[in-house]
């Protein structure tokens, strides 16, 4: 595709959500954030300010493998100089993993028909001094079967009120998940693995809650859906801490992104 003037760009941005206050601009520039740092560098490859829509913003303290953001632009620059030469400016924890040119009608955020998030517990019983900005530590030992069992009273389309934050702004609290999996991934890592249409603010962590809670037994599986039933926030216990938990990847129709994936994860 030929590079035009009033050209929209897709980007694919990976970060370690760590020292960030979250994705989305704050006011106070000392309160860094994943979008100032990538604005600032995008807007020096194209020696103009430059302003990113997200296809979903994280929380401070979480990370992403697979973030997609837009941006239009009159500059002329190839898919080359929007990776290479960004990343130049970017600090160690952010990364820009692929570009390319898309439709005026493509938007980061509305034409996402899913989303996927990871959320990660160790379980070793010494809190892991590597990983500690990376995974969440439980340090009793978590019964994954029971957990795999109270995943599956949260499949399909609900009201998922008891599973949002309590300052939740989405419009309706009803969302569609479309896989939800606990697997072991080593011997001290238990990964759980969402897919929904969309999310409610907390709604993976406070899941993610519920589901550790009756892993340690102190619920039966039956409570994620007395959970989802209430509609009631209070009645699911704590929200998880965000160390744990990734945006592993946004997915979109073919009628945009074509055959430009293999990754089946990000184009269905």
Not at 55 to 66: E, F, I, K, P, Y
Not at 115 to 137: D, E, F, G, K, S
Request: proline share 4%; aromatic share 10%.
């Amino acid at each position: 595709m030929s590079i035009n003037i009033n050209q929209r760009w897709a980007l694919a941005i990976e970060y370690d959500g760590t020292f960030y206050h979250g994705w989305q601009r704050q006011t106070s520039p000392e309160q860094l954030t994943v979008q100032q740092v990538l604005e600032t560098a995008l807007s020096a490859i194209a020696n103009r300010n430059i302003s990113v829509v997200c296809a979903g913003r994280t929380d401070s303290g979480v990370h992403a493998l697979g973030q997609v953001i837009h941006f239009d632009t009159h500059v002329a620059r190839n898919a080359e100089a929007w990776v290479l030469g960004t990343n130049r400016y970017l600090p160690p924890g952010v990364r820009v993993l692929w570009a390319k040119p898309v439709a005026c009608n493509f938007h980061a955020r509305y034409s996402a028909i899913a989303r996927r998030y990871l959320y990660l517990i160790n379980t070793h019983p010494i809190r892991p001094a590597l990983l500690h900005n990376r995974v969440t530590w439980h340090r009793k030992p978590l019964n994954i079967e029971a957990m795999q069992e109270a995943a599956k009273y949260l499949l399909g389309e609900h009201d998922f009120s008891a599973y949002r934050a309590a300052d939740c702004q989405a419009k309706s609290p009803v969302r569609r998940i479309t896989h939800l999996h606990v697997r072991q991934t080593d011997k001290q890592t238990i990964a759980l693995d969402v897919q929904a249409n969309a999310f409610l603010h907390h709604m993976v962590r406070n899941i993610s809650g519920v589901l550790m809670k009756i892993g340690v037994g102190e619920r039966p599986p039956e409570w994620a859906e007395t959970v989802l039933h209430s509609r009631d926030r209070k009645q699911g216990g704590i929200t998880a801490p965000p160390e744990g938990l990734y945006l592993h990847s946004v997915v979109y129709s073919e009628d945009f992104f074509g055959d430009f994936f293999n990754d089946s994860f990000l184009v269905c």
